[in-house]
């Protein structure tokens, strides 16, 4: 069974920045891709930023420039360092990752969410 535990929401002003955490834990063998997306109340869940497993990132529109996603593999987490935040990035943030667990079943789950908001 996989767990996914984020970690380091909360209240900003803006210009202010946070930093999320999503640990993974489990019976993993491998993790693919590790993102964050975001969901606004009223709006869909969007795409924030993703990583893959070769270090690639994909990034929102709306972030580039101000978050950066980052991984750290020994420790199966996924990070998200936002910096000059905006009343905008005010959501509720979600963890997803892609991974195999033991006996070569694939998994793709979400995180808790952590609120972010942001104050003008």
């Known amino acids: 069974q996989v767990q996914l535990v984020e970690s380091g929401g909360g209240s900003v002003q803006a210009g202010g920045s946070l930093r999320l955490s999503c640990a993974a834990s489990g019976s993993i063998i491998r993790i693919n891709t590790m993102g964050w997306y975001r969901q606004a109340p009223g709006q869909q869940r969007e795409l924030v930023a993703t990583?893959?497993?070769?270090?690639?990132?994909n990034y929102a529109d709306s972030v580039k420039g101000r978050f950066t996603i980052s991984r750290d593999n020994a420790k199966n987490t996924v990070y998200l360092q936002m910096n000059n935040l905006k009343p905008e990035d005010t959501a509720v943030y979600y963890c997803n990752v892609g991974l195999w667990q033991s006996g070569s079943y694939p998994y793709n789950g979400w995180g808790q969410g952590t609120q972010v908001t942001v104050s003008s």
């Open positions: 990583m893959t497993s070769g270090g690639s990132t």
